[in-house]
């Protein structure tokens, strides 16, 4: 038997990315700045959705990435900031010493509510 009082919630799975790369010791400045443009432009789109992270080696060049996404559209949303574009295009044509490697990670568990 179904009660009709009951509200069903549709849930998205959550979507977590993690980047790692080497960059050219040239490029290790620029990238940091673009880095941070992201970082502002997310700060301002306040996008409760999206959760990102950026952090660098003690080699000085080698990036981390971690991305949390609630759904999808958070995603593509993200992917489609003028200034991820523009950190991207710069990135690729800078080259690498590494290149990227991508995981999509499942999460086991958190200190804090991402969402």
């Given at each position: 038997?179904?009660?009709?009082?009951?509200?069903?919630k549709?849930?998205?799975?959550?979507?977590?990315?993690?980047?790692?790369?080497t960059?050219?010791?040239?490029?290790?400045?620029?990238?940091?700045?673009?880095i941070?443009?992201?970082?502002?432009?997310?700060?301002?789109?306040?996008?409760?959705?999206?959760?990102?992270?950026?952090?660098?080696?003690?080699?000085?060049?080698?990036?981390?990435h971690t991305?949390f996404?609630?759904?999808?559209?958070?995603?593509?949303?993200f992917?489609d900031?003028?200034?991820?574009?523009?950190?991207?295009?710069?990135?690729?044509?800078?080259g690498?010493e590494?290149?990227?490697?991508?995981e999509?990670?499942?999460l086991?568990?958190?200190?804090?509510?991402?969402?």
């Amino acid at each position: 038997m179904f009660c009709s009082n009951v509200k069903i919630k549709m849930v998205t799975k959550m979507k977590i990315v993690k980047v790692v790369y080497t960059a050219k010791p040239d490029f290790t400045e620029q990238n940091k700045k673009n880095i941070q443009t992201v970082m502002n432009d997310l700060q301002q789109l306040n996008n409760p959705g999206i959760f990102y992270s950026a952090c660098l080696s003690p080699d000085n060049k080698t990036f981390i990435h971690t991305a949390f996404f609630r759904s999808e559209e958070d995603h593509k949303m993200f992917s489609d900031l003028p200034s991820f574009l523009d950190f991207q295009k710069q990135l690729n044509a800078a080259g690498f010493e590494a290149s990227p490697k991508q995981e999509l990670l499942t999460l086991v568990g958190s200190s804090k509510a991402i969402f």
